[in-house]
């Protein structure tokens, strides 16, 4: 077992803010990741893909049309996936405007604007790997940008850095590449699977409706792969008495696009 530092948790409920702070902000932007800090709350998830040329960028969608105005700019070019766009095109066009007139002006980041961001704030990071059958090779191109971007020394991965994905091939890449990141499986597997999981996902962050407390007793029962118990995250929890709910269940953490509430819910539980 490679040897990790404890989550950076304290044994406390972890709020992780939804695409940044996306109730009020644009998803995914670095308003997104202002606001988080804003509201106090430590972690951030967002979404990652790559550009055409190669470029990754934070965007939760296949395509770009919902929190984008590339229909207006690129009004030929249906039905404006991700991977269609070049980097030049994607960071011309506005991520914040359909939020509301406030947030226009706000860009589709970069990863590594991104990560600068989350840096600069003080901000920890829970990365999903997003839609990795349209981008061979995904995973495998962020662990390379994380590791040339700083993100991969020890106290990132220690503390400040979890990657995720729905892919469970994409989290096998991730283990391989660099055992010392700590990773998350996005799923509720059959309790049967879960020990082939604990190979190599530290986490199950499962949808919350799928949720028993009798499941994450089962998760709690196995070891991961740096010898720690499994931890469980739910998602999406917007209802603060829910959030509450689930931590008297064992969350360990609760991903949500209300962390302002859930947190404020939370150390009142
Ligand atoms: O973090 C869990 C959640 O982000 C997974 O769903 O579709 O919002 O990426 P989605
Ligand atoms: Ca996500």
């Known amino acids: 077992a490679v040897p990790v530092a404890a989550a950076g948790h304290d044994g406390r409920v972890v709020t992780v803010a939804h695409r940044g702070a996306s109730h009020a902000a644009p998803e995914n932007t670095l308003a997104a990741v202002d606001l988080a800090r804003s509201l106090g709350i430590a972690w951030v998830e967002n979404d990652v893909q790559r550009t055409r040329d190669g470029t990754l960028v934070v965007l939760h969608d296949p395509t770009l049309a919902r929190t984008t105005d590339v229909e207006q700019k690129f009004p030929g070019r249906a039905p404006w996936k991700v991977g269609d766009f070049t980097w030049k ?33 003080g901000r920890n990071l829970v990365l999903e790997v997003k839609q990795p059958q349209d981008h061979p090779g995904l995973a495998a191109d962020i662990v390379r940008t994380l590791r040339d971007l700083g993100w991969l020394d020890r106290a990132h991965v220690a503390r400040r850095l979890l990657v995720q994905s729905f892919d469970a091939g994409s989290i096998r890449t991730v283990h391989r ?33 799928t949720l028993s407390p ?26 603060p008495a829910r959030a509450v709910t689930l931590a008297r269940w064992g969350a360990d953490g609760i991903i949500t696009n209300r962390p302002d509430l859930v947190a404020a819910a939370l150390r009142r539980a």
């Open 89 to 121: 095109e994607i960071s011309a066009l506005d991520a914040g405007a359909w939020k509301g007139p406030r947030w226009r002006g706000q860009r589709v980041p970069s990863l590594a604007q991104y990560l600068d961001r989350v840096e600069r704030t």
């Open 177 to 209: 590449l660099r055992p010392d990141v700590r990773t998350a499986f996005l799923g509720t597997p059959a309790v049967a699977d879960l020990p082939a999981y604990a190979r190599f996902t530290d986490q199950i962050n499962s949808l919350h409706t």
């Open 214 to 239: 009798g499941y994450w007793a089962a998760v709690h029962a196995l070891t991961g792969p740096h010898g720690r118990r499994l931890e469980a995250y739910a998602w999406t929890v917007d209802d």
